[in-house]
């Protein structure tokens, strides 16, 4: 794997970790507090904790696919070519 896809998928983890625990403080705030509609922004937050992660996994992985068949598209024209 270059270096390239490393930063991108260590730069998502990381995003995705910030997220996560901004999305965990804010439930337990919802949670803690006593407004008006404070449930619907409570399971707001908790779907959003679920759908997170698999959203960033979905794209990294899509990702993945893309740049291996981007260079297998390339190797496939390199012996066409010869």
Do not use: C, H
Request: glycine share 6%; no cysteine; aromatic share 14%.
């Amino acid at each position: 794997m270059d270096n390239g896809r490393k930063k991108i998928k260590r730069t998502l983890a990381i995003a995705g970790v910030v997220l996560l625990v901004l999305l965990y403080l804010l439930s337990l705030i919802f949670a803690i507090m006593d407004f008006v509609g404070w449930q619907r922004w409570f399971f707001a937050s908790m779907g959003a904790t679920i759908i997170l992660p698999a959203f960033i996994w979905i794209n990294l992985f899509l990702y993945d696919r893309m740049i291996d068949r981007r260079k297998e598209n390339e190797q496939q024209d390199g012996e066409d070519n010869t």
